[in-house]
């Protein structure tokens, strides 16, 4: 194999490849042409490849080498479901945000009929089932789990993260079942102790084997060598690698990665986000070193009137309502007015959604005086802050948009970052950064510094 | 073989004072219960869910500084309409402000909802042997 590695993501409206020379650790060309998963997804690769072939000459080889990621054809869709809403249920959440997935349902206690109704109807590519500590309750993934052994094959992928104690009797439980069931470590083994790690993995292979293949986007594997993780989990292993480093390279140390979308907004947290005064309690489940949440209604494309509701409070541009109204029906920001009110929607974007991931402090009032309490994390401390996606590379102005993220003194219980440094992902290689560190990360991290820009 | 019943432990409310439940978590551990030790400052809702998603058999509280009954407000109901009906509760320590009877402190906490009450500085086998023969009587040990 020659010394240039080949890094696509199969998105939904767009096929993007990378082509990285890795002996000068140079991006030599990119190319991001229309996806065509819905009829042939080798069609709309071929037509990308062929544009890094005009720029640089790739061989066969080079192609037969290549590494995807995908979130076409819907992306890696779930439905999680646990006990106690703030315990099983959460960690359960946590565990398929973190495996890039896109939580579609999330449920908890018995389900009922018309919950696995609903549930069939939004035909997940994997259910996740989580309840009971090991040892603990039995009762309610063993009923979650009876509940849908007669079910057809809207659902058919299970994943079994929940009380080690029940696997004996859901196994006879879906012993004549087609489904592919599939048992792996609790998501929460004990009280106060999230492990996702497991289930992480059992999705992501599940998502390699089976759900690539179901939506037609393994036909690239005829000219590619493999599709490997959806792409958010590429975002969330550059940004482990970004942050945890490399070899001699310490790396960035702990940061955020945000990403605002035409639908979601991502945002990635590599931080430990402990207190930061040893007088704050910590409440509620530990959330993961590594946290990923999505913003399902904070997208600048599929969900402007949610943005609009929320821009409601606020001063607005002049004609702001007629210039959403045109970007409603589809419209690129073009005059100055168009650019201003484009602008404000993605900070808030990035306002609100970074404002949902970080932790905040409630004070409470006792019996023995005012005591402050810690949810989530506290991400004050974050050294770094990198932007990525359409809204903020394509902005003008990427670092205003940005700053959205940052801590405000009028706001002071939520904890956001606050003195970070900004980067900006211009050339879209974040991605590349996360499919390329599962076999170089030395390379891959070399990139990522050439390529992130501090604004 | 009986499952090895879990019981949950912690100081309730906003007391902090955590050397007691400790000292009780240790006790209960060395007498074979599985502990889930939940520490200082839990609140009411903590207890519950804890107790749903763990099964406990039992939820042994501690308090010390003499605000338990304001902490524990509405708790009966609550885990009560949480399907905890028959989870044992216990609590120990000064339940109350000032000098008081303890049988009308026992009389209180017992209106409450919990099974058993204990003074401050009982001994740590006094509980763990009420707490074996009242599990035994519900046939969980």
């Keep these: 194999m020659s010394d240039i590695r080949l890094l696509i993501d199969f998105g939904s409206t767009f096929t993007k490849v990378v082509a990285v020379d890795l002996k000068k650790v140079e991006v030599v060309a990119t190319a991001s042409l229309p996806s065509t998963v819905d009829n042939d997804i080798t069609l709309g690769l071929e037509n990308a490849l062929k544009v890094i072939s005009d720029k640089h000459g790739i061989t066969d080889p080079d192609k037969k080498g290549a590494l995807a990621c995908s979130s076409a054809a819907g992306g890696l869709r779930m439905v999680c479901t646990g006990f106690v809403p703030e315990l099983t249920s959460k960690a359960a959440n946590l565990a398929a945000l973190g495996a890039g997935a896109k939580v579609v349902g999330c449920y908890s206690y018995k389900l009922t009929q018309q919950e696995v109704k609903e549930i069939e109807s939004l035909a997940p590519d994997i259910l996740l089932l989580a309840g009971g500590t090991d040892g603990g309750d039995e009762e309610v993934i063993i009923h979650n789990a009876r509940m849908f052994s007669g079910t057809g094959q809207a659902v058919a992928n299970v994943i079994i993260a929940g009380n080690k104690t029940t696997h004996d009797e859901i196994r006879g439980i879906y012993k004549d079942s087609r489904k592919n069931v599939i048992y792996t470590k609790n998501v929460m083994p004990e009280i106060g102790v999230l492990d996702v790690v497991p289930c992480n993995r059992e999705i992501r292979d599940l998502f390699m084997k089976n759900i690539i293949v179901a939506k037609g986007i393994a036909r690239a594997k005829a000219i590619i060598k493999d599709v490997i993780m959806p792409t958010p989990s590429a975002v969330l292993e550059a940004a482990k690698l970004i942050a945890g480093g490399c070899g001699e390279d310490a790396g960035f140390g702990e940061l955020v990665v945000i990403d605002p979308g035409g639908a979601t907004t991502d945002v990635h947290s590599i931080a430990k986000g402990a207190p930061a005064r040893p007088d704050i309690i910590m409440t509620g489940l530990p959330e993961p070193y590594e946290k990923r949440t999505v913003e399902g209604d904070l997208g600048l494309k599929y969900n402007l009137d949610r943005l609009t509701e929320l821009v409601a409070t606020r001063e607005t541009p002049t004609d702001f309502s007629s210039i959403v109204a045109k970007f409603h029906e589809g419209k690129l920001p073009e005059t100055p007015e168009e650019y201003a009110c484009h602008l404000m929607l993605s900070c808030l974007m990035v306002e609100v959604a970074m404002e949902r991931h970080s932790g905040k402090i409630e004070v409470v009032y006792t019996p023995t005086g005012e005591k402050l309490v810690q949810h989530g994390k506290d991400l004050t401390g974050v050294r770094s802050v990198i932007g990525t996606g359409g809204p903020i590379i394509f902005s003008k102005e990427p670092r205003k948009i940005l700053e959205g993220v940052l801590y405000r003194e009028e706001n002071p219980f939520i904890l956001k970052p606050k003195k970070p440094r900004f980067y900006l992902d211009e050339r879209y290689i974040l991605y590349a950064v996360g499919l390329l560190s599962q076999s170089e990360p030395g390379k891959a991290l070399a990139l990522a510094r050439k390529y992130l820009k501090p604004i | ?141």
């Excluded at chain 2, 009780?24 to 519950?48: C, H, N, Y």
């Excluded at chain 2, 308090?63 to 009560?80: N, Q």
């Excluded at chain 2, 905890?84 to 906490?109: A, C, H, T």
Aim: no cysteine.
């Design chain 2, 1 to 141: 073989m009986k499952r090895v019943p879990t019981v949950i432990t912690g100081t309730v409310g906003m007391d902090a004072h955590v050397i007691g439940t400790k000292v009780l978590s240790r006790a209960l551990q060395d007498a074979g219960f599985k502990v889930v030790e939940l520490g200082m400052q839990v609140t009411p809702e903590e207890f519950i869910s804890v107790a749903q998603e763990t099964r406990a058999d039992a939820i042994l509280m501690s308090s010390l500084y003499g605000m338990a009954e304001l902490d524990l407000k509405g708790f009966d109901e609550k885990r009560k309409e949480a399907g905890l009906g028959d989870v044992l509760l216990y609590i120990g320590g000064n339940l109350v402000i000032g000098r008081s009877d303890p049988r009308e402190v026992e009389k209180k906490f017992k209106a409450l909802g919990f099974d058993r009450v204990y003074a401050p500085e009982t001994d740590t086998e006094v509980g763990i042997a009420d707490l074996k023969k009242d599990l035994k009587a519900r046939g969980k040990l």
